[in-house]
């Protein structure tokens, strides 16, 4: 199976995540914010297949957000 670019660099899952959880949900944070900037781009455009990779990608990152941030407000 070929991996999907990623829609900006910020965004990129084969980058690492950080130990630390602030910088995690700050390395999501950024991440979130490029795609919600990109989707912005695309919809101007009219691309409507780079838009709906940015939306499985937006998908992606929101579900991180979620799971990081449960984790720490658990304390993990």
């Given at each position: 199976m070929i991996a999907p670019v990623p829609a900006t660099a910020a965004c990129d899952p084969a980058r690492e995540i950080p130990a630390h959880a602030?910088?995690?949900?700050?390395?999501?944070?950024?991440?979130?914010?490029?795609?919600?900037?990109?989707?912005?781009?695309?919809?101007?455009?009219?691309?409507?297949?780079?838009?709906?990779?940015?939306?499985?990608?937006?998908?992606y990152w929101r579900f991180l957000d979620g799971l990081f941030s449960v984790a720490e407000r658990d304390g993990r």
């Open positions: 602030g910088e995690r949900l700050d390395r999501v944070a950024a991440a979130l914010a490029s795609l919600v900037e990109e989707r912005r781009r695309c919809e101007r455009l009219g691309l409507e297949i780079p838009l709906a990779r940015v939306d499985a990608q937006l998908r």
